[in-house]
């Protein structure tokens, strides 16, 4: 079974007698790991916010052009029958 940083440092932080200096000595090797896993929930996270807006904008837009098209025809109607 292969083991991460992350694992090691977990396994090394439940050692009371090992901790400081365990953890001193894991930390620059499991620090990466960790910052690469919350950058990529963080983009994963905005990614998917940012696509939700784009389908709102788009919805907003798709109703706003049907509104101006039955005011454009009403209009239009309205005119034919002056």
Known sequence: MTTTPLTKLQALLTWPSAWPSAW???????????????????????????AQLRHERLEVERFLDQQALRRTSAGSEHAARA
């Open 24 to 50: 001193l000595a894991a930390w620059p090797v499991a620090w990466p790991v960790d910052s690469q896993h919350t950058a990529r929930r963080n983009a994963l996270v905005a990614s998917t916010a940012l």
